[in-house]
């Protein structure tokens, strides 16, 4: 007979919980719920992570995780705005096939009470500047590093340029996992902002529009619906 230790019930709890959210949300956790499926009791939750909040955070690092995986996927080349767009179209995939974990990411500063939790569970975020977080944002500053490097935007600050280039990638992330674009304008939309953001700091139009072409080849963007994705 296996004895199951600390570390084990620890990882148990974020799995559970990580899949919990990832299927239905954020409120959808329940201490209760999370422990009768994880096989403890539910002082485990207060033992590993001081309560529902802790947990909560974990999750968050281990979609953190993730999402970092995803965007960091597509390899570096000697194509720079290739490499930066394909890294912006697996962003977008991942809260295409996540809406979830990316809800908890960037969206989810207080969250909701609901039935079995507890006060200290609405304040737990992680923050873009926790390591994992940070990790995440510099796949894309050194994709964006690259590109001025090359000469193909003007704007000199790689902080200011991915700061704005994340910023219009969320906002249309944003409307698209909420259901407000639907199928037939989520290529056309997402490829006009790519477009008009990196023009607006400086690249050639003609440069861009070959460069979307190059990277949509690389990462097809996945078309997803409010009932599922397809690739």
Known sequence: ?????????????IRVAYARVR???????QARRITKEAGVSTTAVYTHFDGMAGLLLAVAAQAFADFSAAIDAPELTADPLADLLASGIAYRNFAACEPFAYELLFNRYVSARGPGMRTEFTTAFLPLDDPVG???WSHIRRRVEAVI???IITEPNADVATTQLWCGLHGFVCLDIAGHLGPDYQVPVFQGLAFSLLVGLGADRSDVASAIGRAVERVPLAVWTAGGHDA
Not at 5 to 11: G, L, N, Q, S, W
Not at 23 to 29: P, T
């Open 1 to 13: 007979m296996s004895i199951s230790t600390p570390v084990d019930v620890r990882a148990d709890l």
């Open 23 to 29: 299927a239905d949300g954020v409120n959808s956790l």
């Open 134 to 136: 940070d990790t995440a």
């Open 149 to 151: 490097e090359a000469g």
